[in-house]
């Protein structure tokens, strides 16, 4: 068998850390996640706590659904932080950050992201993973506001985050 043909390798002894929002978690999020985790050593995922973005979901409850759908993939960990990312990356010393781009307009964003990291810390590298076709569309932002005017986003999150999105609208 020929180096990385059997999809469930480790291709890369390489630690990542993967930042995000992730109000909610959604089927883009978990396709980066499950395919960086058969290409890196160890992904952790880290949750932004920033108390001046307003998010649909507490902290907690998006570390505790994202908890729930990286359960069974060993090399991923999930951590939450209130900082900068390149801190987050030097406490933990991992130099290397994962981004996901779903079309050209986000390579504009995720590109000035890197140079940002870099400045902050020259020895930050970003690592562009693209998305999948079929998640092309998929922002938390506006599944969040189809799942508010009662559309179904069944296609778009997991069966845990549609769940936790139902009941947080029916509270609300
Ligand atoms: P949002 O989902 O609102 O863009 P996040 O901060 O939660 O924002 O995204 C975290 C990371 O996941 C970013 O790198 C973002 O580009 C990436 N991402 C988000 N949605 C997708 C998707 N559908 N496909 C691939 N990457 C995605």
Same mark, same amino acid.
């Given at each position: 068998?020929?180096? /990385?043909?059997?999809?469930?390798?480790?291709?890369?002894?390489?630690?990542?850390?993967?930042?995000g929002?992730?109000?909610?978690?959604?089927? /883009?999020?978990?396709?980066?996640?499950?395919?960086?985790?058969?290409?890196?050593?160890?992904?952790?995922?880290?949750?932004?706590?920033?108390?001046h973005?307003?998010?649909?979901?507490?902290?907690?409850?998006?570390?505790?659904?994202?908890?729930?759908?990286?359960?069974?993939?060993?090399?991923?960990?999930?951590?939450?932080?209130?900082?900068?990312?390149?801190?987050?990356?030097?406490?933990? /010393?991992?130099?290397?950050?994962?981004? /996901?781009?779903?079309?050209?307009?986000?390579?504009?964003?995720?590109?000035?992201l890197?140079?940002?990291?870099k400045?902050?810390?020259?020895?930050?590298?970003?690592?562009?993973?693209?998305?999948?076709?079929?998640?092309?569309?998929?922002?938390?932002?506006?599944?969040?506001?189809?799942?508010?005017?009662?559309?179904d986003?069944?296609?778009?999150?997991?069966?845990?985050?549609?769940?936790?999105?139902?009941?947080?609208?029916?509270?609300?």
């Amino acid at each position: 068998m020929t180096a /990385g043909s059997d999809p469930a390798t480790v291709l890369l002894m390489l630690d990542v850390i993967y930042p995000g929002t992730f109000d909610p978690p959604t089927n /883009g999020h978990m396709d980066i996640i499950l395919r960086a985790a058969r290409i890196f050593g160890r992904i952790a995922i880290v949750i932004a706590n920033h108390p001046h973005k307003d998010c649909f979901f507490e902290t907690e409850e998006r570390k505790e659904l994202m908890e729930q759908l990286v359960s069974d993939i060993p090399n991923v960990e999930i951590h939450v932080w209130d900082g900068l990312i390149v801190s987050f990356a030097e406490k933990v /010393g991992i130099n290397v950050i994962l981004r /996901g781009v779903r079309a050209l307009t986000d390579f504009d964003y995720e590109f000035e992201l890197c140079l940002l990291y870099k400045s902050l810390n020259p020895g930050i590298e970003t690592i562009l993973l693209p998305t999948d076709k079929k998640y092309l569309v998929l922002r938390s932002s506006v599944i969040k506001e189809i799942a508010s005017l009662g559309g179904d986003v069944s296609d778009m999150v997991p069966p845990a985050v549609e769940k936790a999105l139902r009941e947080k609208l029916q509270k609300a």
